[in-house]
């Protein structure tokens, strides 16, 4: 008995392997696959802004990377005793403008270099609704919880999507000839816009990525939305909030993912990887045992072995967590 419809992802033409580096923006959702990449050790980098939930938010983010961006004293505001930036999820906000200022710069650098050198940016859309800061009309990524008469909020038109990151995407092209690009909509509900302007939302942003994705074979598509929405689709994979996917969810995702973008060849390395990730998880309720000391020969042994047979691999904290001295 079938008891859900199934999804067929054709795999990507060209997947992604270890010595790819893999730039991730956008919305929590882009976290979770980041999590799992990290975790298995690939060459990834996240979210240089901190979160961000919208395509314009995106785009600029993209347009800053690739030109060298650096945020000066005026891009900050203070509010709730705390320096923020417009452009930049809160993580980046400090008591202290000078820490907040640094913060955001240093991994603004960091994503510069970084993109430069990408192989694959993985783009994940949150919301098409964009709040505009009435006082200047800018566009906000975060509204750090400022009073909601500061803002107009705006569904964005599907051309306005596509124009905003078609023109970024286009320019990291330029700058970047061996880039691909891999986007994907969040699953994660935003209810506090409405169960229905959640639907009108996400519904704009699948039309222009599907857009995007026609109009370039460097741009593809992945359907974490499709996989969470129309095929589990069951509450018992959400949170307790019934907005955000459980760990059950992003699992089931992250499997279709490694699927149909990671390359076959990597998988064996990513089983040998989680062997030795999950072992340095281990916590002994008697360390000073012998039989611990032979656990953690044992698997420096291993860790030494993968590290040399692909040395595209590090694994130095676990190296250092499996030595007897350590």
Known sequence: MQLTLT???PPLPKQITYT???LLVGSCFTEHIYDRLLQHKFRVFSNPHGILFNPLSVAHSIDGYIDGKQYGQEDLFYLNELWNSWYHHTRFSHIDAGAALAGINHSQADATQFIKKADWIIITLGSAFQYYLNETGQPVANNHRAPA?????KLLAVDEIVHALN???LKLFSANQFVQVLLTISPVRHIRDGVIENNRSKARLIEAVHTLCEGSEKIHYFPAYELVIDILRDYRFYDIDFVHPNYMATTYVWEHFVKACISPEAIPVMQQVQDIVTARSHRSRFPETEAHNRFKE???????????KYPF????EEMKYFSLNG
Do not use: C, P, R
């Open 313 to 316: 691999l590090y694994l130095g």
């Open 298 to 308: 044992s698997y420096a042994a291993k860790t030494k072995a993968l590290m040399e």
């Open 7 to 9: 999804l067929e992802i």
């Open 149 to 153: 008469q500061w803002f107009t909020k």
């Open 167 to 169: 023109a970024a995407l």
């Open 20 to 22: 790819d580096n893999v």
